[in-house]
């Protein structure tokens, strides 16, 4: 059980294109962003940081560092949602990280 419960994403409009950054790269906000909104600044700070690991200029293949990620959060024992890996069938992603 979270110590902050997450807000709903209309309790800061002004971070509305923070969510749906992750809601395009992830296909969900996740709750941490959700409850990081208390303090703005830390939801663009980490906006910032995602977008710059994920940034698909990057030498790592970006289907790798979705995999890298989904691995580590099972080694963390961090459950993302039920069938968020991959998340859009089809995508760049999903075809390089599961082919």
Do not use: Y
Not at 75 to 96: F, H, Y
């Amino acid at each position: 059980m979270p110590r902050l419960q997450p807000l709903p994403p209309e309790t800061t409009p002004e971070l509305k294109d923070h969510f749906d950054f992750f809601l395009g790269t992830l296909g969900f906000t996740p709750n941490s962003v959700l409850t990081m909104q208390r303090k703005p600044k830390l939801v663009r700070a980490f906006a910032q940081l995602n977008g710059a690991v994920m940034d698909p200029q990057g030498e790592v293949d970006l289907g790798f560092r979705r995999l890298i990620g989904h691995v580590v959060s099972k080694a963390s024992t961090i459950q993302p949602p039920s069938g968020l890996w991959p998340r859009k069938r089809g995508s760049r992603c999903a075809q390089t990280a599961f082919a």
